[in-house]
């Protein structure tokens, strides 16, 4: 089963940044896609961006722009960088994954495989 495990959480001011990264235990199939969500104090779990095998991405409008996910294939890593941060960042930000998927612009993928979660605090 692949295990995925999230790393660099921290708590920052708004308009800061931070990086997020991702270890994958392995990569079972050919053809995947991977990415963050993120579950704030009163939301439910929402998908944010996306990478697949080929390296398209997809992000949802809320981080367009500022938040960007890409991976280190050979280091088995996956990264989301955050800029221009907003206390409405705040979350617990998860690393996800469906396999057998490619992404479609516009569209987030529906993951079945989670991380544990990385706390991400914005202070105004």
């Known amino acids: 089963q692949v295990q995925l495990e999230e790393s660099g959480g921290d708590s920052v001011q708004t308009g800061g940044s931070l990086t997020l990264s991702c270890t994958v235990s392995e990569y079972p199939y050919s053809q995947y896609c991977i990415g963050w969500a993120r579950q704030g104090p009163n939301t439910g779990r929402v998908g944010i961006g996306a990478i697949d095998a080929t390296g398209r991405t997809t992000y949802a409008n809320s981080v367009k722009g500022r938040f960007t996910v890409s991976q280190d294939y050979a280091k088995n890593t996956l990264y989301l960088q955050m800029n221009n941060l907003k206390p409405e960042d705040a979350a617990m930000y998860y690393c996800?994954?469906?396999?057998?998927?490619?992404?479609?612009?516009?569209?987030?993928?529906?993951?079945?495989?989670w991380g544990q979660g990385t706390q991400v605090t914005v202070s105004s």
């Open positions: 996800a994954a469906q396999f057998w998927c490619s992404v479609v612009p516009g569209v987030m993928p529906g993951f079945d495989t």
